[in-house]
């Protein structure tokens, strides 16, 4: 009787001990998955100083990533590396003024000659009153800039063995021959429109969007400077004054050049205006029968979104 009454007290001994031993790893199991929630969470959310060189660790994992971008910085530095940009329209004896924020109000942090290049936009930019901002980084700073004044720059190697140029010329010369304003429009970027000169020194014509739609049939009369020689006042509408150089030089046999001005015998002398010192352009020069009746036009094309758009006509003729 004593030894099964013995039995019985170790066997309910043993019992007990095994029921305590499952309780005690089951409460160990659970304080570790209570505590790698807890750390997970800090970690995200408010890292610590050890755990930070995990996230670090993992965080270039994430910028490979195509879908989602991790940063704008990251975003920006990609931009960057492809597209950068030159001032322009800007006069050799002037200067691009840089600000600290985008708005003529704000301090100006320095001012950018006029061949100023290896500029890159770095944000979205805003508009301000009639003044599109964009942040900019330059050679020695950063600060915000107006994008009027900037063109994406594009090597005049690149640009001269681009077939998509030769494109554009020919197209200029349909739509000329045709009077196709709305082909004319389509081949300007919008938000520059085209700028047209009489004469290389005379001052320049902006037309917008919806102008040059009207290029062929506007009746509206412009200003375009002074006549060589006499001086006189240059007045007229695009059909009056422009049109007909447009068709007679570029409407016949032309020799073409890229990044060179080529003309007839004249008393002046051929350049660009020094505002557009930072564009490539094309060339096209018709021969006279006699030696003072030559046209040439100077056809100036700006990138946008590496897209080649035409920016300005330049016309060049004898000159007393």
Same mark, same amino acid.
């Given at each position: 009787?004593?030894?099964?009454?013995?039995?019985?007290?170790?066997?309910?001994?043993?019992?007990?001990?095994?029921?305590?031993?499952?309780?005690?790893? %089951?409460?160990?199991?659970?304080? =570790?998955?209570?505590?790698?929630?807890?750390?997970?969470?800090?970690?995200?959310?408010?890292?610590?100083?050890?755990?930070?060189?995990?996230?670090?660790?993992?965080?270039?994992?994430?910028?490979?990533?195509?879908?989602?971008?991790?940063?704008?910085?990251?975003?920006?530095?990609?931009?960057?590396?492809?597209?950068?940009?030159?001032?322009?329209?800007?006069?050799?004896?002037?200067?691009?003024?840089? +600000?600290?924020?985008?708005? @003529?109000? /704000?301090?100006?942090?320095?001012?950018?000659?006029?061949?100023?290049?290896?500029?890159?936009?770095?944000?979205? $930019?805003?508009?301000?009153?009639?003044?599109? &901002?964009?942040?900019?980084?330059?050679?020695?700073?950063? $600060? *915000? %800039?107006?994008?009027?004044? =900037?063109?994406?720059?594009?090597?005049?190697? %690149?640009?001269?063995?681009?077939?998509?140029?030769?494109?554009?010329?020919?197209?200029?010369?349909?739509?000329?021959?045709?009077?196709?304003?709305?082909?004319?429009?389509?081949?300007?970027?919008?938000?520059?429109?085209?700028?047209?000169?009489?004469?290389? &020194?005379?001052?320049?014509?902006?037309?917008?969007?919806?102008?040059?739609?009207? #290029?062929?049939?506007?009746?509206?009369?412009?200003?375009?400077?002074?006549?060589? $020689?006499?001086?006189?006042?240059? !007045?007229?509408?695009?059909?009056?004054?422009?049109?007909?150089?447009?068709?007679?030089?570029?409407? %016949?046999?032309?020799? @073409?050049?890229? !990044?060179?001005?080529?003309?007839?015998?004249?008393?002046?002398?051929?350049?660009?205006?020094?505002? /557009?010192?930072? #564009?490539?352009?094309?060339?096209? /020069?018709?021969?006279?029968?006699?030696?003072?009746? *030559?046209?040439? &036009?100077?056809?100036?094309?700006?990138?946008?979104? +590496?897209?080649? /758009?035409?920016? #300005?006509?330049?016309?060049?003729?004898?000159?007393?």
């Amino acid at each position: 009787m004593k030894h099964k009454l013995f039995f019985s007290f170790v066997l309910t001994c043993i019992v007990i001990l095994l029921v305590l031993i499952g309780c005690s790893g %089951a409460a160990t199991d659970s304080t =570790l998955i209570s505590s790698t929630s807890i750390s997970g969470a800090s970690l995200s959310e408010n890292p610590s100083t050890e755990s930070s060189p995990d996230a670090t660790n993992t965080a270039p994992k994430s910028t490979e990533s195509t879908s989602i971008p991790t940063t704008t910085k990251i975003v920006t530095k990609e931009t960057t590396s492809i597209v950068t940009y030159q001032v322009a329209f800007v006069a050799d004896d002037n200067e691009l003024n840089v +600000r600290a924020d985008s708005g @003529t109000n /704000y301090e100006i942090l320095t001012s950018l000659a006029h061949n100023v290049d290896n500029i890159h936009v770095i944000g979205s $930019g805003k508009r301000v009153q009639d003044i599109f &901002w964009v942040p900019i980084n330059y050679p020695g700073g950063s $600060g *915000w %800039a107006s994008r009027y004044y =900037l063109t994406e720059s594009v090597t005049s190697d %690149a640009f001269c063995s681009d077939p998509n140029i030769q494109t554009l010329i020919e197209d200029l010369r349909i739509v000329i021959e045709h009077h196709d304003g709305g082909g004319l429009a389509n081949l300007i970027y919008y938000e520059r429109g085209l700028l047209i000169r009489h004469d290389w &020194w005379n001052e320049e014509v902006h037309l917008e969007q919806d102008a040059v739609e009207q #290029f062929f049939s506007s009746e509206t009369r412009h200003y375009w400077g002074e006549a060589s $020689g006499s001086g006189l006042s240059i !007045n007229g509408s695009i059909t009056e004054t422009i049109i007909p150089f447009l068709e007679k030089d570029l409407l %016949a046999d032309v020799e @073409t050049k890229c !990044n060179e001005i080529i003309g007839g015998g004249t008393a002046g002398i051929l350049r660009l205006p020094s505002e /557009y010192d930072s #564009f490539n352009f094309i060339s096209l /020069y018709r021969a006279g029968e006699e030696d003072f009746d *030559w046209g040439t &036009w100077v056809v100036g094309i700006e990138f946008w979104d +590496r897209v080649p /758009y035409l920016v #300005f006509l330049v016309h060049y003729q004898w000159e007393i």
